[in-house]
């Protein structure tokens, strides 16, 4: 079982940054950030796999960066450039599995979420 607790959330005008955090008992798998808005599927934002490689969304690359403290099991989403429609609830999610996709159903542990919320 890994325990993951996201943090970092908060609302900001469109154009700023945020850093979101999530803190992991264990990191040592393929780590994904996920967003969900109201009324609309999870879907995939950035990942990391156990080499360090990352994959991002189409929708946020050159915006967003995942990067990993694998001494302190933290996964970092380093926000910037934010538009309203990436207003949220972000997860922290992470995927035992030796394929590592940015596909929610491949992650097995999630944590409680931490709403961003951009403002026009």
């Known amino acids: 079982q890994v325990q993951l607790v996201e943090s970092g959330g908060g609302s900001v005008q469109a154009g700023g940054s945020l850093r979101l955090s999530c803190a992991a008992s264990?990191?040592?798998?393929?780590m994904g950030w996920f967003r969900q808005a109201p009324g609309k599927e999870r879907e995939g934002v950035a990942l990391i796999d156990r080499s360090g490689r990352t994959s991002y969304a189409d929708s946020v690359k050159d915006r967003f960066t995942i990067s990993q403290d694998r001494a302190k099991n933290t996964l970092y989403l380093q926000m910037n450039s934010l538009k309203p429609e990436d207003t949220a609830m972000y997860y922290c999610a992470a995927n035992p599995r030796a394929s590592c996709r940015l596909q929610f159903q491949d992650f097995n542990y999630w944590g409680q979420g931490t709403q961003v919320t951009v403002s026009s």
């Open positions: 264990y990191s040592r798998y393929c």
